[in-house]
């Protein structure tokens, strides 16, 4: 019996995926306070995502073709307005791309603001291992989360095939 290469990276990767997989990532990223990363690092995790769905939303604004490819459907411009209907795609694109951005770029400095705030709201409370508590906390969350949407997708998974039209019973003779 031999095992293949991939056994090890799909074990992996199921382990990941699973509820407490992503809970024990969670919590172990959990006990690496912020404080500690690099300032490049803080700032990327900061102005990444702006800076990301700004580019995004230039590239798909100027490539119409390319956001057809992901569901959404432009016209095509006539030769005429070419050029205008270029930088009216890009500012299309560009607009929600940069609210988008800039919301995750807030939550993303909230979230590290918070982050020092509970460590030193624990640190005065005299809780003796504050990061070790916020670890285990935002763990067994994440835990909880991820089970509760997964058990969500189980039942709508199981929903989805009686709302089926042909089997469903007419109700046009009942008042």
Do not use: C, H
């Amino acid at each position: 019996m031999t095992i293949s290469e991939d056994a090890p990276n799909s074990e992996f990767s199921a382990f990941l995926r699973a509820p407490l997989g992503q809970g024990v990532v969670t919590g172990l990223l959990t006990l690496i306070p912020v404080r500690d990363y690099p300032l490049w690092l803080r700032r990327s995790i900061v102005w990444g995502p702006l800076v990301i769905t700004g580019v995004g939303a230039v590239y798909l604004g100027a490539n119409p073709q390319r956001t057809e490819a992901l569901g959404e459907t432009v016209s095509e411009p006539t030769t005429e307005s070419k050029p205008v209907a270029g930088w009216r795609g890009i500012a299309k694109m560009l607009v929600p791309g940069l609210a988008v951005g800039t919301i995750m770029s807030g939550s993303m400095a909230t979230a590290i603001w918070a982050d020092e705030k509970i460590d030193r709201g624990l640190r005065r409370s005299g809780v003796p291992f504050p990061r070790l508590v916020m670890g285990l906390s935002v763990g067994a969350i994440t835990w909880w989360s991820v089970t509760e949407e997964n058990q969500r997708d189980r039942s709508r998974e199981v929903v989805k095939p009686s709302m089926d039209p042909s089997t469903k019973q007419s109700d046009s003779g009942k008042a």
